[in-house]
């Protein structure tokens, strides 16, 4: 049976190849996809969903949502990253559709209650839409499935701050209420997605399995492979937005860990996930938050081979 998704998103390069990856797996059925600001303002991540959903030539709502963090000023973007237009510079056409009506949260509470326990929401952009849906609707946890979040880190360093990954950083008090909620979250953080850098071989490989979808992921990721490549003998880039689809296809690939995680929201610690696992504290600063599942490795060649096969459907 497929596993329906709700894709809560702010594309984005590493967005991008992860939403293909969901609609050429058929183990999916995206319900829609949502959109936040993060690497780009969320009008510009609602027109790229929209841009991705004719690209694969389908028929799924693109809805907007927040533009701002829970608590705070208008964030920096990842123009840097990911390019001015979220899609490395490559003079994508504007999408020619509409968005749906609904806002992100909106979204994500009606799928919710007209299929409950059987929605997975796969969050791979800071989490504003989840925590105002959670403040909607209190009652959300019970009919969601599971929540398996792109974003923070568990023990490797981060990478906006010393301590923080981008997607928490970029809205701290919104994720600080989503992992408070008692709702099951399986997190893949900077632990397993920076730890696995694809070479241009692995894009040219997504591009000869798929020519449109995996083409226009190996033209987007030029220039983020620029960005990543700085300072490196070799060219590199990060797929870590793919990386919680995958475990829905195949857990097997990943070690999991459980434990209970704090958000930093001070300066200091601005979005710093901060994980205990079970039995390594007896402080009820983390004992009182739920259990979570944490990523902590990933079998390399068997997720890599995965991708593309994946593709190439
Ligand atoms: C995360 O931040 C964004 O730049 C990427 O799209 C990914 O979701 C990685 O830290
Ligand atoms: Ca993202």
């Known amino acids: 049976m497929t596993q329906k998704i709700i894709l809560d998103t702010d594309p984005g390069i590493d967005d991008t190849m992860a939403i293909f990856f969901a609609f050429q797996s058929p183990e999916f059925e995206v319900l829609g996809l949502t959109t936040v600001f993060g690497n780009v303002p969320v009008t510009m991540a609602a027109q790229n969903a929209l841009s991705l959903v004719e690209l694969a030539e389908l028929d799924i709502p693109v809805c907007k949502g927040v533009a701002m963090p829970h608590v705070g000023p208008e964030s920096t973007y990842a123009h840097f990253v990911h390019g001015d237009d979220g899609f490395g510079n490559i003079n994508h056409p504007a999408p020619t559709g509409k968005l749906d009506g609904r806002s992100s949260a909106q979204f994500i509470i ?142 097997s690939l990943f070690t999991m860990t459980s434990g209970h995680l704090r958000v930093g929201t001070d300066p200091l610690h601005r979005g710093q996930t901060s994980f205990a696992p079970v039995g390594s504290t007896t402080s009820e600063l983390w004992l009182n938050m739920p259990l979570i599942n944490v990523a902590t490795a990933v079998d390399h060649p068997r997720l890599t081979q995965l991708f593309i096969d994946v593709y190439g459907n």
């Open 110 to 251: 009606e799928m919710a209650h007209k299929y409950p326990g059987e929605v997975t929401i796969v969050a791979v952009g800071p989490l504003g839409n989840l925590a105002l849906a959670l403040k909607l609707d209190p009652e959300l946890p019970k009919l969601i499935k599971e929540v398996n979040i792109m974003g923070g880190s568990a023990f490797a360093p981060g990478n906006v701050t010393p301590v923080a990954e981008a997607n928490i950083w970029n809205d701290a008090y919104a994720a600080e209420i989503v992992f408070a909620a008692s709702w099951k979250i399986n997190m893949f953080g900077l632990d397993v997605t920076y730890d696995l850098p694809f070479a241009p071989d692995f894009t040219t490989q997504l591009a000869k399995q798929n020519p449109k979808l995996g083409g226009f992921v190996q033209k987007a990721a030029e220039f983020y492979s620029d960005f990543y490549s700085q300072g490196k003998d070799e060219r590199v880039c990060f797929f870590h937005d793919a990386f919680p689809l995958a475990y829905m296809v195949d857990s």
